[in-house]
């Protein structure tokens, strides 16, 4: 399974494009990158997934590397709402593979 | 709404005593999971369902059980060979058709063991 490596913390300005970085150098070419956010003792939440291109959606985008070893997803216009743990997570879609929560990154919206 | 509800939404227990924690999903969906969350950790699979009346352990299983009787209820009974219970325990569902693995969330159950 290919591993993720993200920044333990950040911080962005609210109003500001909040950009996540996340490193998964050995991702195989059926494997998915996805992210998820956690808000203070709640569920995880989807918030957008992608093989090769660019995604958007109403909550972010993501952005995939020409080569797929690092993708960045970004919230648009931060709001302190947005302050959440941040997962990157690979995985392939085979009905088996199970969704691994690592660390995350530690997003902080600062007014 | 659908959605997932698990219950309680905090519950304490003693030592040596068996607890049960409810999942309900309404979005019809085939897969369901269990996931333990430590402070400031990331979340470990405890266990999995695909189908009725099946399921499988995950990383962290010892000291856990579940059923899955209706495609609707995943219940995690935490028994009393687990040794460190206290926990936020998530909830989750997927469709396993779509093929993607977007999976749906209750808000969670925080258990304390006094």
């Known amino acids: 399974d290919a591993k993720t490596t993200q920044p333990t913390s950040m911080d962005c300005a609210e109003g500001r494009a909040a950009n996540l970085p996340c490193n998964h150098s050995?991702?195989?070419?059926?494997?998915?990158v996805y992210w998820y956010r956690q808000i203070h003792s709640q569920g995880p939440q989807y918030i957008i997934h992608?093989?090769?291109n660019n995604e958007t959606n109403e909550m972010a985008s993501l952005i995939i590397t020409e080569d797929r070893k690092s993708s960045t997803l970004i919230l648009p216009h931060a709001t302190l709402r947005d302050t959440a743990v941040y997962y990157c997570i690979v995985r392939s879609n085979n009905a088996g593979n199970m969704l691994t929560f690592g660390g995350g990154t530690r997003l902080m919206v600062k007014p | 709404d659908g959605g997932i509800t698990q219950s309680p939404k905090y519950l304490f227990r003693k030592e040596g005593q068996n607890v049960t924690l409810s999942c309900e999903q309404n979005l019809n969906h085939d897969a369901m999971y269990w996931y333990r969350q430590d402070p400031g950790q990331g979340l470990r699979l405890i266990y999995y369902s695909q189908i009725v009346n099946d399921f499988q352990k995950g990383d962290i299983a010892e000291g856990y059980s579940v059923s899955r009787e209706k495609k609707e209820s995943f219940p995690l009974t935490v028994t009393s060979a687990q040794k460190n219970p206290t926990a936020f325990y998530l909830c989750?569902?997927?469709?396993?058709?779509?093929?993607?693995?977007?999976?749906?969330f209750g808000a969670g159950s925080r258990l304390t063991v006094l």
């Open positions: 992608g093989l090769k």
């Open positions: 989750a569902s997927r469709q396993d058709h779509s093929g993607a693995n977007v999976l749906t």
């Open positions: 050995t991702i195989s070419g059926n494997e998915y």
